[in-house]
């Protein structure tokens, strides 16, 4: 298993009830590990429409998730 | 005040001291662009709205936006600031200020860094309707190619 901290904003936060926790995945990768938490906390937002950032900075979805490391899962952004 | 190109306020922020922030003797032009929090958003009246940010993300992204404009741009300087947290209809949500030799960069520096912000940096934006609805905006990217 990985341990990993992630991070959720905006509607994200608000469907999860909470705006970070602590997980441990088998996912292979990332795209894998928000189907996983898709599933777990009902996220209104397919993985197209979001980006993925780890440790602080923009990750690819095919990005393998390592153990430690910080995961966001970043909505489209309204800022502005 | 901020020495960095680029930042988040949590409260609001003095305009005669943004303003001299980009004040330069080489510069023969400055261009501001600022966004206001409005009442209303698709016809539905907006009573007020608070805007989040993943920081550490944001001000990455956003300090390469104005790093971006510098490169593209011939500029004096750049400066951008963005509000976080609740804010009122007519308060300034963002405040883009650039100066250059020529009004022509001054006014696309200007013009690429606000669209740039509002298409990449990690800030959302959580808006209070009158009939006492509320919710957060997802707009649909405009591109799709982005990792």
Redesign the interface.
């Known amino acids: 298993m990985t341990e990993v901290r992630l991070l959720y904003f905006a509607s994200l936060r608000d469907a999860a009830g909470q705006g970070e926790e602590a997980w441990s995945t088998d996912a292979p990768d990332l795209r894998a590990l928000y189907a996983e938490l898709q599933a777990r906390h009902g996220f209104p937002l397919s993985v197209e429409q979001l980006r993925v950032a780890v440790d602080g900075t923009f990750a690819r979805w095919s990005d393998a998730v390592r153990s430690g490391s910080e995961i966001a899962f970043i909505p489209p952004v309204s800022g502005g | 005040m901020d020495e960095r190109d680029f930042w988040l306020a949590d409260a609001p922020v003095d305009l005669a001291l943004l303003r001299r922030r980009v004040e330069h003797e080489r510069a023969g032009a400055f261009a501001s662009f600022e966004?206001w929090v409005r009442n209303h958003n698709e016809g539905r009246p907006v009573l007020g709205l608070r805007?989040?940010?993943?920081v550490?993300?944001?001000q990455?992204?956003g300090a390469k936006v104005v790093a971006e404009a510098r490169e593209r741009f011939a500029l004096c300087a750049a400066v951008c600031v963005?509000r976080i947290g609740d804010l009122a209809i007519g308060d300034m949500?963002?405040w883009v200020g650039v100066s250059a030799p020529h009004r022509g960069a001054a006014f696309d520096a200007c013009r690429y860094i606000?669209d740039e912000?509002?298409?990449?940096?990690?800030?959302?934006?959580?808006e209070r309707y009158a009939d006492g609805d509320a919710?957060?905006?997802?707009?649909?990217?405009v591109r799709g190619d982005?990792?």
């Open positions: 966004g805007y989040e940010s993943y550490a993300l944001a990455a992204e963005h949500a963002v606000i912000i509002k298409d990449r940096v990690p800030i959302w934006k959580h919710g957060w905006l997802h707009p649909e990217p982005r990792a």
